[in-house]
């Protein structure tokens, strides 16, 4: 628990740094996915298509989000949250190692083992965040938004050093950082877990107990929202992964690069997005707290996200208009792709980290675990769509042009984000005072 009301505990930092190993490892990966897979044999690629790249792309990634459901009950039901993020993290480090062999064997078996300590480590190291706080405690939506910016740490760091070193060096040296950042995260969370105190600690007998008691009227209200809320957290993140993928494909065929004589790496624009949220999470972070009664419910919070979100593939396809149809390459400006990502940006900060305080104060203390995974089973089949979706660039790029592919997101994201301003405040009610 907290020192005192206005006193984070020591334990978040510890889960912060954690956190943010584990993304080091998994965006410095995901940088280097497409490209790796889409060069040409001649220069250590794969030399796959755009649709076999996408397909692949989106079922790991959707994956990566799925297993979680099932690492979040054996959490909740066998193993504790904390033994839970030690096996994820040692699987993950094993995962990592083997994308570091050149072997198209040691490949696909390292994206089994991240799959699998992916749904280990994820649902339950977020849930203990929420657990150092006191059920009322109005620290708990700034501990996340904190706990984020670890996330996004780790990302950036990620990506600049993996991605230049898949790039530049060897795509298994990247691939190999990449362990080496998720084994720092491990050693470190297994070393300090003493700071957690009584939390994540494995479930008692008495767990069992509260899990048969019914569900109250008010309880299911607030898992109906949580469900429905889930549905557009899918729609947005279908969308926003398309920049490891179609966006990133932008940045490296369609995106001027040069800079004071210099070719940024085409993986270094994705470290955009982790640096944005770095220099703005403190000040969304304010300004939830400042705007007091007047801070907008989670429900609206989501539907800003996904309208700045829109607004991002607005200015995509803006900037590609001028690309014609059929080309394999361009040279458009950086700022457009730039302009787009901080827009996203925004609207990652106005919907994931207020996503996850919601399902920690929304969910019924012997479901946290599960629902935690059934959200991030959201994020997989959205991830997977986007995967799919992606697979499409090319007959885009033939058929139509660069520019419609970014409209359809358009389209998408912003029917979706007025449907969800229109059940805002149904949703309120289901929610049963929680903000």
């Given at each position: 628990m907290a020192n005192s009301t206005y006193n984070h505990p020591k334990a978040l930092y510890l889960l912060f740094f954690t956190e943010m190993w584990e993304r080091f490892s998994y965006y410095g990966m995901r940088a280097l996915l497409v490209l790796f897979l889409i060069s040409e044999i001649s220069v250590g690629g794969l030399g796959w298509t755009s649709a076999q790249a996408g397909q692949l792309y989106g079922l790991y990634t959707g994956l990566v989000y799925m297993t979680p459901i099932i690492g979040g009950y054996l959490a909740d039901k066998l193993l504790g949250f904390r033994s839970a993020v030690i096996i994820g993290a040692a699987l993950m480090a094993l995962g990592h190692g083997a994308l570091a062999i050149d072997s198209l064997y040691s490949f696909y078996f390292g994206l089994f083992l991240l799959v699998l300590g992916n749904g280990f480590f994820k649902p339950n190291i977020s849930s203990m965040v929420g657990q150092l706080y006191p059920a009322d405690s109005p620290l708990k939506d700034s501990g996340y938004t904190i706990f984020y910016m670890g996330i996004n740490i780790g990302a950036l760091l990620g990506i600049l050093i993996c991605g230049y070193l898949g790039e530049k060096v060897g795509w298994h040296y990247g691939f190999g950082a990449a362990c080496i950042g998720m084994s720092f995260g491990l050693v470190l969370f297994y070393s300090l877990q003493h700071l957690l105190g009584e939390v994540g600690l494995k479930p008692i007998k008495t767990t069992e107990?509260?899990?048969?008691?019914?569900?109250?009227?008010?309880?299911?209200?607030?898992?109906?929202?949580?469900?429905?809320?889930?549905?557009?957290?899918?729609?947005?993140?279908?969308?926003?992964?398309?920049?490891?993928s179609s966006m990133n494909i932008f940045a490296m065929q369609y995106t001027d690069r040069w800079l004071f004589g210099f070719e940024i790496p085409a993986s270094w624009f994705q470290t955009l997005n982790p640096l944005f949220i770095f220099m703005l999470a403190p000040l969304f972070s304010m300004l939830w707290v400042k705007l007091g009664n007047k801070n907008p419910n989670g429900p609206l919070k989501f539907a800003i996200g996904l309208f700045l979100l829109g607004f991002g593939f607005l200015v995509l396809f803006v900037g590609a208009i001028s690309i014609p149809q059929g080309a394999e390459s361009a040279a458009i400006s950086m700022l457009w792709l730039s302009m787009a990502i901080l827009l996203h940006t925004m609207g990652e900060l106005c919907l994931s980290p207020v996503g996850l305080s919601l399902v920690n104060k929304l969910s019924p203390k012997h479901f946290m675990g599960?629902?935690?995974?059934?959200?991030?089973?959201?994020?997989?089949?959205?991830?997977?769509?986007?995967?799919?979706?992606?697979?499409?660039?090319?007959?885009?790029?033939?058929?139509?042009?660069?520019?419609?592919?970014?409209?359809m997101f358009v389209v998408i994201v912003m029917t979706a984000a007025v449907i969800l301003f229109g059940l805002s405040f149904i949703l309120k009610k289901w929610m049963h005072g929680v903000e």
């Open positions: 107990v509260i899990a048969r008691k019914p569900l109250t009227n008010q309880e299911i209200k607030r898992l109906h929202a949580i469900l429905v809320l889930a549905i557009f957290s899918m729609i947005f993140w279908l969308a926003f992964e398309q920049a490891g599960i629902m935690f995974g059934m959200w991030f089973l959201a994020m997989a089949v959205g991830n997977y769509i986007g995967g799919m979706l992606f697979g499409m660039l090319d007959d885009f790029v033939k058929t139509q042009s660069m520019a419609d592919f970014f409209l």
